[in-house]
């Protein structure tokens, strides 16, 4: 089990590293966000700032992961779900909160290995996830691995788009064309997927009106998991 104390940690390291990255945030920032004491940071994570990053980070892609493993076959609706999860984090955070694994690996903390390797696991991990939910469709696994690295790709840039330019429509664009990408995939390989949900792709992309986020909370502490490496 996971204290109360290092999950409290793990939330808030998320949520600065969303925001400023691994070189914008420092254990003074950590420990006012998460109402710890420094002792209570280094007990929990000796190895200081690293540690915690890379902790965090990992702990994201694997939730993430693990969500959309365990989601309904329904590619589109999990599209949707984890697009419209971004775009309700940026419109709440008034275009200020990134994705815990996309603002620490441009803002320089790939110059830390063990950041950079985090990072680089994190999003293995959702594409894995991704191309898995697609195999399960019908798709071959080589189509499938391509496909879901593109849907990860396209959505951290859409995410950076939609952070500068503070609107969400970078991020509707994106994931229409997302769901027309996967939909001409199957056809191609003569898979009947299944119909659309209302998502972030038929929603309006007049900035504040987004739907809430679905089931694809920042970290594990939010969802009460216990464990970041199940």
């Not at 391509?146 to 396209?154: G, R």
């Not at 950076?160 to 939909?183: F, G, K, Y």
């Not at 939010?222 to 464990?227: F, L, P, R, S, V």
């Amino acid at each position: 089990m996971v204290s109360e104390s290092r999950r409290r940690i793990e939330v808030a390291a998320s949520g600065l590293l969303a925001r400023h990255g691994y070189h914008g945030f420092g254990l003074k920032a950590l420990s006012e966000a998460a109402e710890l004491p420094y002792g209570s940071i280094y007990h929990h994570f000796p190895g200081g700032k690293e540690e915690i990053a890379v902790a965090a980070i990992t702990g994201t892609g694997t939730l993430t992961g693990r969500m959309i493993r365990q989601a309904p076959t329904d590619v589109f609706a999990t599209l949707a779900t984890l697009f419209e999860f971004m775009v309700g984090k940026l419109a709440d955070s008034e275009w200020t909160d990134g994705c815990p694994v996309g603002t620490p690996a441009l803002d320089g903390g790939s110059d830390v290995e063990a950041v950079r390797s985090a990072c680089a696991h994190a999003f293995e991990a959702m594409e894995q996830a991704f191309a898995g939910l697609l195999a399960e469709l019908g798709l071959g696994g080589e189509e499938a691995a391509e496909l879901a690295t593109t849907v990860v790709a396209a959505y951290e840039g859409a995410t950076i788009l939609a952070r500068i330019r503070q609107t969400d429509a970078p991020l509707r664009t994106v994931a229409r064309s997302m769901e027309r990408l996967i939909r001409s995939t199957f056809a191609a390989a003569g898979i009947g997927g299944p119909a659309s949900a209302p998502s972030a792709a038929a929603a309006t992309s007049e900035p504040g009106a987004a739907a809430r986020p679905g089931n694809f909370p920042e970290t594990p502490a939010q969802q009460g998991d216990t464990k970041w490496n199940a």
